[in-house]
């Protein structure tokens, strides 16, 4: 098996306004590498390969595994861990860089977290492994030949309950300094069970961090400052610092200016300011800075993004805040921007005033701001312009916050259908999105069927009928930085939330729209900061799950195999009338028909004016389908006809389904035909 194991790097013009380029070196691919030796290993990782959709399996072959080791990020071998730990050792360099191992026997009875199980997420992958080959046996238990899978973790944080500090640090975009402290502060914190942090920034601390406001009695500092603390000099602080990337360096060159000399004089305005470089979020300039050479080598070195504004950009932000840019008849001439290094600052950190005013230090200019943390859900500085990709001339553009290439986070928000509710009943590309959500928003009966899938992760849950607040919460978490799941029963895009969650996202790009022009057409002398706005802030995926009528047509026997008009009889959204209309057009044409929400308290007439109209059209005895609570433990399910269907319990946890003129019922299973019977008289 082979495969293109290299990156690509373009080079874009940009022309686009207001774009960013990311700047990165050959791109360490982020799947999984699946290996295995025998028979039973290779079915064991056809398995995995279900979870890890994009996961490759290899034959494991020891003199070719060095050929790709450098190329993805997580390794799953599933053979003796002797012969995993005699191969990779010589393949070692860094626990900041070597990729998350985890080996299993071929039985799947454990999964071992091997090597980085923090910063490379191999005790996460371990977990994730053993709650998947958990859930496929669910239905039958555990056998002798199908053992329960056990996760084996042995870093000491984990087994002892506490947070991990590196995994903590990289989860908040913070940077750790002295990598060589991590060990001794970690020990210190498992033999106290707390950790004592000083932070000039708003983040959420974990159990056990307790914060002070002394940096002299501090074991952490989370600080983009250098040192210096009035009661805790630089040189007695023996803990461990912690930078935060939320440094926006603004830069303005003279064409031809050497990487070398950017950089030098980036270090000199930091030095001279007490910042920290390992504290740099990005660089900001000028769209005509974009293809400068010495800045894109100078980003690339540290593998920082580059976000650029036009000249009108620039200029309209210094026509609001006039007070705050230093005006540069030099940088107008040649760029016909009054200001470059001081308005890209404020434009790309969403901040209302620079940390330091301009330098300018030979071909150099820097100004720099602060814009907030990724994951700092409170920030009042944070960026105001989320990522939006767009397409135009003869490159992609991507536009908005700006991450390390190495540590990306792109805001997503994962519409999930997580199917009857069973945890055995949610795909496992469902679980994995779930699994990788920092925050789960959904309707509370929902929340409560795949409790054991979620434990450990921030719950936002609301009330039947509160669907708008749910999408409103969980695109404000995404946008905030959070990875979101918001849990839809059966499938999020039948009658449930993907519908509602793109509705509001397209209303909102118009409002934003819509003020932007608005924004645009204020008098010049107006002194409030201007307001970019932009499309859709956040990557949205809707992930299917098994429908009710999936569902309940599975537990009927076949009825919707022929054509089906699926139609709700709850006009909360949907006038009566709209309604009434669908019902007769579908019973006239010979659909099955599938009711859902068929009854509830305060409309029971529905369903009886529902099977009224469907009267009209089919016999009395035409078989109905009820089902209340598909696969679930309080399962009801009836075979009935249009005649006698009322005289059954229906209810809003209820699914009717209605044959055709054609659908029959046999040995306890409703069937609608297909036609292939003139096939089998052939």
């Known amino acids: 098996m082979s495969e293109n194991l290299s990156g690509r790097h373009q080079n874009l013009s940009a022309k686009n306004q207001n774009c960013i380029i990311r700047i990165s070196s050959m791109g360490i691919e982020n799947k999984a590498a699946i290996l295995y030796i025998t028979d039973n290993g290779f079915a064991l990782a056809r398995k995995l390969n279900s979870l890890y959709p994009y996961a490759k399996v290899f034959k494991f072959k020891p003199d070719t595994l060095s050929k790709f080791w450098g190329k993805r990020k997580n390794f799953i071998f599933i053979m003796a861990s002797g012969i995993v730990v005699r191969t990779i050792a010589p393949l070692l360099k860094d626990k900041r860089t070597d990729p998350a191992v985890v080996v299993l026997d071929e039985k799947g009875k454990f999964s071992v977290s091997l090597l980085s199980g923090h910063l490379g997420g191999a005790n996460k992958i371990a977990k994730e492994i053993a709650d998947f080959l958990n859930s496929k046996r669910g239905l039958v238990g555990e056998t002798k030949s199908h053992p329960r899978t056990e996760a084996v973790i042995t870093t000491a944080s984990d087994i002892n309950g506490l947070p991990a500090i590196d995994l903590w640090a990289k989860e908040n975009d913070l940077v750790i300094e002295k990598w060589e402290t991590v060990s001794k502060i970690s020990t210190r914190f498992l033999n106290s069970g707390e950790l004592k942090v000083y932070s000039e920034v708003e983040i959420k601390m974990p159990e056990g961090f307790l914060r002070t406001d002394k940096p002299s009695s501090a074991d952490v500092l989370v600080t983009n400052k250098k040192g210096r603390f009035t009661d805790s000099p630089i040189h007695r602080f023996t803990g461990l610092y912690l930078r935060p990337r939320n440094l926006i360096i603004g830069v303005g060159c003279n064409k031809g200016t050497s990487a070398n000399e950017i950089e030098n004089s980036v270090k000199t305005v930091l030095d001279e300011n007490n910042l920290s470089f390992l504290s740099i979020h990005s660089i900001a300039a000028i769209d005509i800075k974009a293809n400068e050479p010495g800045l894109i080598t100078f980003a690339q070195k540290y593998n920082l993004g580059i976000k650029t504004f036009s000249a009108n950009e620039l200029n309209t932000l210094i026509s609001r805040q006039p007070s705050a840019i230093s005006f540069s008849k030099a940088a107008f001439k040649a760029t016909g921007a009054y200001a470059v290094a001081e308005?890209?600052?404020?434009?790309?950190?969403?901040?209302?005033?620079?940390?330091?005013?301009?330098?300018?230090?030979?071909?150099?200019?820097?100004?720099?701001?602060?814009?907030?943390?990724?994951?700092?859900?409170?920030?009042?500085?944070?960026?105001?312009?989320?990522?939006?990709?767009?397409?135009?001339?003869?490159?992609?553009?991507?536009?908005?916050?700006?991450?390390?290439?190495?540590?990306?986070?792109?805001?997503?928000?994962?519409?999930?259908?997580?199917?009857?509710?069973?945890?055995?009943?949610?795909?496992?590309?469902?679980?994995?999105?779930?699994?990788?959500?920092?925050?789960?928003?959904?309707?509370?009966?929902?929340?409560?069927?795949?409790?054991?899938?979620?434990?450990?992760?921030?719950?936002?849950?609301?009330?039947?009928?509160?669907?708008?607040?749910?999408?409103?919460?969980?695109?404000?978490?995404?946008?905030?930085?959070?990875?979101?799941?918001?849990?839809?029963?059966?499938?999020?895009?039948?009658?449930?939330?993907?519908?509602?969650?793109?509705?509001?996202?397209?209303?909102?790009?118009?409002?934003?729209?819509?003020?932007?022009?608005?924004?645009?057409?204020?008098?010049?002398?107006?002194?409030?900061?201007?307001?970019?706005?932009?499309?859709?802030?956040?990557?949205?995926?809707?992930?299917?799950?098994?429908?009710?009528?999936?569902?309940?047509?599975?537990?009927?026997?076949?009825?919707?195999?022929?054509?089906?008009?699926?139609?709700?009889?709850?006009?909360?959204?949907?006038?009566?009338?709209?309604?009434?209309?669908?019902?007769?057009?579908?019973?006239?044409?010979?659909?099955?028909?599938?009711?859902?929400?068929?009854?509830?308290?305060?409309?029971?007439?529905?369903?009886?004016?529902?099977?009224?109209?469907?009267?009209?059209?089919?016999?009395?005895?035409?078989?109905?389908?009820?089902?209340?609570?598909?696969?679930?433990e309080d399962e009801k399910i009836v075979i009935a006809d249009l005649k006698n269907m009322l005289e059954h319990e229906i209810d809003m946890q209820t699914t009717v389904i209605i044959g055709n003129s054609q659908t029959f019922v046999w040995n306890n299973r409703m069937i609608t035909p297909r036609g292939y019977e003139k096939k089998f008289k052939k």
Not at 575 to 586: H, N, S
Request: aromatic share 4%; charged share 25%.
């Open 343 to 632: 308005p890209s600052a404020l434009l790309a950190s969403g901040a209302d005033k620079l940390l330091v005013r301009k330098q300018k230090i030979g071909n150099v200019t820097v100004a720099i701001a602060e814009c907030g943390l990724r994951n700092d859900i409170n920030a009042t500085n944070a960026p105001s312009h989320p990522p939006l990709k767009l397409r135009g001339g003869r490159g992609s553009y991507e536009c908005g916050k700006i991450r390390n290439p190495k540590s990306e986070i792109t805001p997503k928000l994962y519409i999930v259908g997580t199917g009857p509710g069973s945890i055995v009943h949610i795909t496992p590309y469902a679980q994995n999105a779930i699994r990788n959500s920092d925050v789960i928003v959904g309707y509370g009966t929902y929340i409560e069927l795949i409790k054991e899938l979620i434990k450990g992760k921030e719950i936002v849950s609301t009330g039947m009928t509160q669907e708008i607040d749910r999408c409103k919460k969980a695109v404000e978490l995404a946008i905030s930085g959070r990875t979101v799941s918001i849990i839809s029963g059966g499938d999020p895009g039948i009658y449930a939330m993907a519908g509602l969650v793109f509705e509001m996202l397209k209303n909102e790009t118009e409002k934003q729209r819509s003020g932007e022009m608005e924004t645009k057409e204020q008098h010049r002398t107006e002194t409030s900061p201007i307001h970019r706005f932009t499309d859709s802030p956040i990557q949205v995926e809707v992930i299917p799950g098994v429908s009710a009528l999936n569902a309940c047509a599975a537990r009927l026997g076949a009825p919707l195999m022929h054509d089906f008009a699926s139609i709700s009889l709850s006009d909360r959204l949907t006038p009566w009338e709209v309604i009434e209309k669908r019902l007769d057009a579908a019973a006239k044409s010979d659909f099955v028909i599938i009711l859902y929400n068929p009854k509830s308290k305060g409309r029971a007439e529905h369903i009886n004016k529902a099977r009224e109209i469907i009267l009209k059209y089919r016999k009395p005895e035409t078989p109905v389908g009820i089902v209340k609570g598909a696969m679930r």
